[in-house]
């Protein structure tokens, strides 16, 4: 009976012209080029904004960090930033953790 089913599954590759394999690779490029302009070069374009907005952090900005909290910088390091919070409390927080510009977000709020 299995030996039914391998001959015609032979007869019907026999019987099939052969295809270029560069035909069956479009297929991948194709998807390859979609998942490239839809998702890794906006979020590359997203990353090179936020390094640039990290680099021109200076004395007095206001800012949010990424936990949702609003301040202002007193003072920056390497790779760490002292926000004042309020009344005078101060923290220290990673550059990383800083989400951007409170200004931006005021802006957003007087246009609705």
Known sequence: MFDFILSSAHAQAAGAPAQNPLISFIPFV???AVMYFL???PQKK??????SFLTKLAH???VYLKSGILGK?????EKAVTVEIENGAKMKVLKSHIGGS???IFAEDKKK
Do not use: K, V
Not at 46 to 51: A, F, G, K, T
């Open 30 to 32: 194709l998807i390859f």
């Open 39 to 41: 998702m890794i070069r």
């Open 102 to 104: 409170a200004a931006s």
């Open 46 to 51: 997203r990353m090179q904004e936020e390094q």
């Open 60 to 62: 007095g900005d206001e």
């Open 73 to 77: 910088i007193t003072a920056i390091a």
